[in-house]
């Protein structure tokens, strides 16, 4: 099955409101980072969050390792967080190699 | 800070074509990536390089070629391009764990 599995799929926001998006691993990793990808552009790097949590302005990286699972939060969102948004791992590979998740798919209303 | 550059953004071949793209860095990284990204199945890597004149076969690397002139720059070839292929391709380059992208090329095959 698939080593990384985002959820949800998709998801509908009304401007201001909070959303969590979800990231599951099968193996124990070196290393993870969540990106953000507008429609047509490159990966930005969010965080690189192997453990623990981060915060940068509105959005909190959490990973548990023992659980396998690192979520992304993101508070007050606003029209300019619409995109997808992209959780990668190196599941213990050699030469940092990362298995990106499909992704999540965010519009968030004005 | 540093930039990846990659040449060209859009990229219009022929069935059976050679096509080749360039991607070049200057945060002084050691590794870089070429990963391809289409619709629906999120990233896949296709080559990466730990160093200079170095290549690794990802999971996608058949009908690819890659080569690493120098520290600096990591070329794709598509040895052979197939009829009606849209995707996009995007390099990345690291230093430990944490890895940046360029902006794509996206590739369209008549």
């Known amino acids: 099955g698939q080593q990384v599995q985002q959820s949800p799929a998709s998801l509908v926001l009304q401007e201001g409101e909070n959303a969590e998006l979800q990231c599951n691993f099968s193996?124990?990793?070196?290393?993870m980072q969540w990106f953000y990808q507008r429609p047509g552009g490159s990966l930005v790097s969010l965080f690189y969050?192997?453990?623990g949590t981060k915060h940068s302005g509105r959005l909190t990286s959490t990973t548990v390792i023992k659980e396998r699972r690192s979520s992304l939060h993101i508070s007050s969102s606003q029209t300019t967080d619409s995109g997808t948004y992209l959780c990668a791992l190196d599941l213990n590979s050699a030469g940092n190699k990362l298995t990106f998740g499909i992704g999540t798919r965010v519009l968030v209303r004005p | 800070g540093g930039i990846i550059t990659q040449t060209p953004k859009f990229l219009i071949g022929q069935e059976g074509q050679k096509l080749t793209l360039k991607c070049q860095q200057n945060f002084n990284h050691d590794t870089m990536y070429w990963y391809r990204q289409d619709s629906g199945k999120g990233l896949r890597l296709i080559y990466y390089s730990i160093t200079e004149n170095d290549l690794q076969k990802g999971d996608l690397s058949e009908g690819y070629d890659a080569s690493r002139e120098k520290k600096s720059s990591f070329s794709l070839t598509v040895t052979s391009a197939q009829k009606n292929e849209m995707a996009v391709f995007l390099c990345a380059s690291s230093i430990y764990y944490e890895q940046y992208f360029g902006p794509g090329t996206r590739l369209t095959v008549l």
């Open positions: 969050n192997p453990s």
């Open positions: 193996t124990s990793l070196n290393s």
